[in-house]
């Protein structure tokens, strides 16, 4: 098997806000991202599965049910798996410190690095003060986010039937919003401040469904993402290192270098990560080494959004 084909492995991989259960869910991508990833260890930093919507109405397609049943089975052959529940999947933490299937469940946990860092493990709505102190407005802006998602969903069927790849319209507009943007700059700085006082070196969280991983103060603030706007997980390297996946830009990207001639690769399902991982590599270099040699210092574009991000 050559290298291009090799699926990557990973010391652990971080994904949360997921909302299975909800019409806004990537969860075909999401599986692909699980088929073709595998680790040591799984976290699930809450929004797993949306007890919300799903109270409201019951939505639950084939492609939701595998992302459950994909991830059972990493838990049964032996991958250590940790939930730590979120708002959205609150229910489960009437069960922390107690293990389901092979998963442990768990309010917060702490993860030591490869290379020795203490990474303090939470889905962070605690730090969220309108989930915290006005649980009726949570619920009137998850409709607003929901309203979001519908209108994104029909914005990428179009997109779809031209001929392009997936682009969250939905987190376009949550990035140029000052209100929203102000709020995850809040919630980032403090989300980093409880860090600190927990004495750890870092911190991994979901529930703002914005991905980042950067230094606030002495404190690594790493924020995986989702799997409803962007299609982000946080991976750890075998040698500590943390990475940023942007599997839907990835994916895209990989896409568009693939050969006319090469027609199987037209589904996520044909196009292995590993094939994909080489690709954006090697795509990557090519761009910065050019960039570099040409000292542009134009505009980035919306396309330049960074596919994945290393500290």
């Known amino acids: 098997m050559t290298a291009m084909n090799t699926k990557p492995h990973y010391r652990t991989v971080w994904i949360s806000d997921v909302h299975l259960g909800t019409r806004g869910c990537q969860a075909e991508l999401l599986v692909d991202f699980l088929n073709e990833v595998t680790a040591d260890t799984y976290y699930l930093v809450g929004d797993i599965i949306d007890g919300w919507r799903l109270k409201k109405s019951?939505?639950?397609?084939e492609?939701?049910?595998?992302?459950?049943t994909n991830i059972m089975e990493k838990a049964k052959n032996g991958t250590k798996v940790i939930f730590v529940p979120g708002n959205h999947d609150e229910f489960a933490r009437e069960f922390v410190d107690m293990t389901f299937g092979h998963v442990d469940v768990r309010m917060n946990d702490i993860h030591t690095t490869a290379d020795g860092k203490r990474l303090l493990v939470i889905h962070g709505d605690e730090f969220d003060g309108v989930v915290k102190y006005a649980r009726w407005l949570a619920y009137l802006g998850d409709t607003a986010y929901n309203l979001a998602i519908m209108l994104n969903r029909y914005f990428n069927a179009a997109r779809r039937k031209l001929g392009?790849?997936?682009?969250?319209?939905?987190?376009?507009?949550?990035?140029?919003?000052?209100?929203?943007?102000?709020?995850?700059?809040n919630f980032e700085t403090a989300v980093a401040h409880a860090a600190a006082k927990r004495k750890v070196d870092g911190v991994v969280c979901g529930h703002i469904h914005h991905a980042e991983k950067r230094m606030i103060g002495k404190v690594l603030y790493c924020n995986d993402g989702d799997w409803v706007e962007s299609c982000t997980a946080l991976v750890e390297h075998k040698n500590g290192e943390l990475e940023l996946l942007h599997w839907a830009d990835m994916r895209n990207m990989a896409m568009s270098y693939i050969g006319a001639s090469d027609t199987n690769a037209s589904t996520p399902q044909a196009l292995g990560l590993g094939r994909l991982m080489s690709l954006f590599r090697s795509t990557s270099t090519q761009t910065t080494s050019a960039n570099s040699a040409q000292k542009q210092t134009s505009t980035p574009s919306a396309h330049s959004t960074p596919l994945g991000k290393t500290a």
């Open 58 to 61: 019951w939505y639950w397609p």
């Open 63 to 68: 492609s939701h049910h595998a992302v459950i």
């Open 164 to 185: 392009y790849g997936y682009w969250s319209l939905s987190a376009y507009l949550k990035n140029r919003v000052k209100n929203a943007v102000q709020f995850i700059c």
